[in-house]
């Protein structure tokens, strides 16, 4: 089982490796429970938190908006209550009927006016043609009738036009803000008060408003002009604040009575919440800002109460989350360690757990299992020791027949090895105490191996054969064709007396018979046997059938081997009489072009030779003719018989030229015929002369080849034997290379006897014998044996050493007599001998063969 | 009115040979000879006319040129009346048929067996001198 074990955790790597790419962290049951657990309270709290931070967040925007805007409206109207109320005690000087009023009445109203509204620096009354009439100044003495004439200025101009006019704010003295309030007269060409209006009052209006901590309004005018501002600096220097988004909305919608603006940035660059607020007859408007972290104060500690409850949460869920899983995990890990036990082999282990719910079922189906497993198990080893054995018991025997197999392979050719090699193992592996091969010889059966019987078995059996039709196993078996089996040999009644024997002297009771088949035949018999009754199981008799295969593949292994081993041999000798066949073909091509070459001397040579015989002859008649008249000249005796001496001497050597010179001519005639040139037609011809001339050219040729060569010539021509009509220079073809063969046998055999008083003779018959003539050529050489006589005449067989004999002679020459001349050429032998060859010409041997040939 | 024997032969000595040979015929006056040297020779010699009679024309025929066997025809054509004899060293089958065929009235082989071209040249010269007289 520990295998087992180790097979699951390579698995676990396997798949941890494979997982590698995507690299999980490993985590356990109850952590993921914990963090599920953790991550809902966790993300409901968040959702919750966010809801509720963003509508608290709306809320005291809205909140803080709308108490700025009610600032700015109470400003707004506070500040356009005090230009209402100036504009309304100013309205007491405006009556139409004031301008018919005396001076002094007039300036006591101004006076009045001065008291009753300290915000009027400066009154005065223009007429209204637009002079100064009158002008009163609590800082400047009056001036009455002063007549400055502003009829031009916007102060006079406007006011008439629109009744009243605001001019945009100015400074005294550096730093109180004023602005000039005129207002026309009620009636007809009315004139107009002019007042100085110190706007202190507005200032200080504005500066009052606090908002918060650092919140405060400003005033800015119709064209975003700063007016009024707690930091006076800022007013001074005529800030315009148009380009806020703020500043710009307020002013694009002044008609709204208080806006409510988006948050922008302060001056101060400060994120701010600002709401507006107009004044209406002014075009002023009041802007009350508020940075935005003040406003939205209370949000930031909605959202930190907010977060504390959501850490808290986090905190409870993943405590609670956490024990729940533990206790949900606990048992798990139990089982898992109880799996994990089964695993690693201890079945006897099983798994407790109580929960009461399908974790316990579990444990309970793996203690069920567990139990099973167990008991397979234990059967399981049973069944594996039992083929076990079976195995080891294979595996001997696949040893033994490797072994086997070994010997085998390495004494491929040594088959007496292999059998013995064969029984010894087989009687080994199949508990026989004896085993034997026997084969088929003839009609019986022979021990070739045995193993395990005594001498005495051996040496009967060796003597005594087994018949094929005996009724032993052997014989049994080798009939059947197959296995055969003979549990108690004695038990056989039927056993014949040689088979008696045989048991008697082996001892063996048991025995079985395999047959060693070869294509369906048997070949032999592979017998294994015991002394005791007790028969060989299938198994065994199916081992012994693979060694009866070895044996067989043994013997057909040697049988193959000696079959390509004669096959090459043959082929070798094919080979080299192919080679020799081919060097005599080259030597036949150098004959043939030197039988040309000599053809031509010959020819060459010819046509001189007959003017030497020529002139020869003809001189000779000449100096006949000349002694002739040498006879009838009246000469002195001495002189006489001196001339005819010297005639006669010259006649003898004319006779020696003449001589000579036919007899160059004879060779040269020979060597016409020898190289098939010359005259090719056949003709009428002494046998005899052709013969002997054939023998000459013959010995003289050997001669010239062998100086020290020597034969003695016999002769026993028959002076009968007349002319036959033959191809002349194709027989004496023939004749020469009869002849010559004699000269080489006889040769051969004085140097083969070494034998001084040894004298090669050839002798040349011719004999008449009617209708054909009859050549005999015999010589007393080396002979030739019968083999080589029946292939004597085959086109380049020869017995003569490669390159000496062309073995086209005989083979020419039988195709000459026989094709030709329609002759016959026989051969008789006795080696060491002689050797004749026997020729026999019909006299009209070409008539006839050419006859032959035609039809 | 004399008779002519006339033989075509490259080899020079040849004349000498025969003019040896035939001496007292030709110291008798039975018959001249002549010699032509080479086919060409032979042909404007029988063409060119003549104050003697040609009764025999004796041809080698391995002659460097026209051969003898080339010759033979012309001079048939130009003097069928007169008989040529071939004369040559190959004394084959082939070249004496090929001989007979083409009109040649004898064949002889070297080395010239001159007993039998004497008789030949009588003969001939006999039967000229008959068909003269008649």
């Known amino acids: 089982m520990a295998h087992v074990t180790e097979l699951a955790v390579h698995g676990e790597e396997v798949a941890q490796r494979s997982y590698g790419v995507f690299r999980r962290p490993r985590m356990s049951l109850a952590m993921k429970l914990a963090l599920a657990l953790v991550g809902l309270v966790s993300l409901v709290l968040v959702i919750n938190g966010i809801v509720s931070m963003w509508l608290g967040y709306n809320e005291a925007k809205a909140v803080a908006l709308r108490v700025q805007n009610e600032k700015a409206q109470s400003a707004a109207e506070r500040v356009n209550g005090f230009v209402s109320d100036i504009e309304s005690q100013i309205g007491w000087t405006t009556r139409a009927e004031w301008s018919r009023v005396g001076l002094e009445q007039q300036r006591y109203d101004f006076i009045r006016l001065l008291r009753q509204a300290p915000a009027i620096t400066e009154i005065s009354y223009l007429d209204r043609i637009g002079k100064e009439q009158l002008k009163l100044s609590r800082l400047e003495p009056d001036a009455i009738g002063s007549q400055k004439d502003f009829a031009e200025e916007e102060k006079f101009k406007r006011a008439v036009a629109d009744k009243v006019w605001f001019s945009p704010v100015y400074f005294r003295r550096g730093s109180e803000p004023y602005m000039t309030i005129a207002v026309a007269h009620a009636g007809r060409n009315p004139g107009v008060t002019v007042a100085e209006v110190n706007l202190k009052l507005v200032w200080d209006v504005i500066s009052a408003i606090r908002v918060g901590e650092k919140g405060y309004a400003f005033v800015v005018d119709r064209g975003g002009h700063l007016i009024a501002h707690p930091d006076l600096s800022l007013v001074l220097r005529d800030v315009n604040l148009s380009h806020m988004p703020q500043v710009a909305q307020a002013l694009t919608h002044p008609s709204e009575p208080a806006s409510i603006q988006q948050a922008a940035k302060s001056l101060e660059g400060a994120e701010v919440l600002t709401a507006s607020a107009p004044i209406a007859r002014l075009g002023w408007i009041v802007l009350v800002q508020v940075p935005e972290t003040e406003a939205l104060a209370p949000v930031r500690s909605s959202l930190i109460q907010t977060s504390a409850l959501l850490a808290l949460g986090l905190f409870l869920a993943a405590v609670v989350g956490s024990l729940l899983a533990r206790r949900m995990v606990v048992p798990i890990k139990r089982l898992q360690l109880g799996a994990e036990r089964l695993g690693s082999g201890d079945l006897s282990q099983r798994i407790t757990i109580r929960t009461g719910d399908e974790i316990e079922d579990l444990a309970k189906r793996f203690n069920s299992m567990a139990t099973r497993v167990q008991e397979s198990y234990e059967t399981l080893e049973a069944k594996v020791e039992e083929r076990t054995t079976d195995l080891n018991e294979a595996l001997r025997q696949q040893t033994a027949t490797a072994e086997v197999l070994k010997v085998i392979s390495r004494s491929t050719f040594h088959l007496q090895t292999v059998f013995e090699t064969l029984v010894a193992s087989a009687s080994k592996l199949c508990d026989a105490e004896m085993c034997v091969i026997l084969l088929r010889e003839g009609a019986a059966y022979a021990i070739a191996a045995s193993h395990g019987f005594s001498p005495q078995f051996q040496e009967y059996a060796r003597a005594h054969p087994l018949p094929v039709g005996a009724t032993s196993t052997t014989a049994r078996t080798a009939s059947a064709g197959k296995p055969v089996q003979v549990i108690d040999v004695l038990a056989d009644d039927s056993l014949d007396e040689l088979t008696r024997e045989y048991q008697r002297l082996g001892g063996y009771r048991t025995n079985v018979g395999i047959p060693l088949l070869r294509e369906g035949e048997t070949i032999g018999v592979f017998v294994l046997a015991r002394p005791t009754v007790r028969p060989f199981t299938d198994r065994q008799i199916d081992l012994v059938q693979t060694f009866a295969d070895q044996a067989v593949i043994a013997l057909e292994n040697v049988r193959l081997f000696e079959k390509v081993e004669a096959r090459t041999r043959e082929l070798g000798q094919s080979l080299e009489e192919l080679r020799v066949a081919q060097d005599r073909l080259v030597h036949t091509e150098k004959l043939a072009s030197l039988g040309q070459l000599t053809a031509g001397i010959a020819h060459e040579i010819k046509n001189p030779l007959n003017f030497v015989n020529n002139f020869a002859s003809l001189s000779k008649e000449l100096a006949a003719e000349l002694k002739e008249l040498i006879d009838r000249a009246s000469l002195s005796e001495t002189l006489h018989s001196e001339v005819v001496e010297i005639i006669t001497t010259l006649t003898g050597n004319l006779d020696k030229v003449a001589q000579h010179g036919k007899r160059a001519d004879s060779i040269v005639k020979n060597m016409l015929l020898h190289s098939r040139e010359g005259t090719g037609d056949h003709r009428p011809i002494s046998i005899n002369p052709l013969v002997e001339e054939s023998l000459n050219l013959a010995y003289h040729g050997a001669r010239a080849e062998r100086p020290n060569f020597n034969v003695s010539l016999e002769k026993d021509l028959d002076p009968t034997a007349g002319e036959v009509d033959i191809y002349p220079q194709e027989v004496t073809r023939v004749l020469l290379n009869l002849i010559s063969n004699g000269f080489y046998a006889s040769a051969k055999r004085k140097s083969q006897l070494n034998d001084p008083d040894f004298v090669p003779v050839l002798t040349m018959k011719t004999r008449n014998l009617g209708s054909s003539v009859e050549i005999r050529i015999r010589d007393n050489g080396i002979g030739i044996t019968d083999e080589v006589r029946e292939k004597i005449f085959n086109p380049f067989f020869t017995t003569k050493p490669a390159g000496e004999g062309t073995g086209l002679g005989l083979s020419i020459s039988h195709d000459i007599i026989v094709k030709q001349h329609g002759g016959r050429l026989d051969v008789s032998s006795v080696p060491g001998s002689y050797t004749e060859f026997v020729i026999i010409l019909p006299r009209s041997g070409p008539q006839l063969a050419a006859k032959g040939a035609n039809e | ?134």
């Open chain 2, 1 to 134: 009115m004399s008779v002519l024997v006339l033989v075509v032969d490259d080899e020079l000595d040849v004349g000498d040979l025969f003019r040896q040979q035939f001496r007292r015929e030709l110291r008798a006056g039975l018959f001249v000879m002549e010699f032509a040297y080479s086919a060409p020779e032979a042909l404007a010699r029988i063409t060119l006319p003549s104050d003697v009679n040609l009764i025999l024309l004796l041809s080698d025929i391995n002659m460097p040129g026209m051969t003898g066997l080339e010759l033979l025809p012309k001079v048939r054509e130009i003097r069928p009346d007169v008989p040529v004899v071939m004369i040559t060293a190959y004394g084959d089958a082939d070249t004496r048929a090929r001989a007979l065929q083409a009109g040649a009235a004898g064949f002889l082989t070297k080395p010239i067996d001159f007993k039998l071209l004497r008789e030949g040249i009588t003969e001939r010269l006999s039967s000229f001198q008959n068909s003269a007289s008649d």
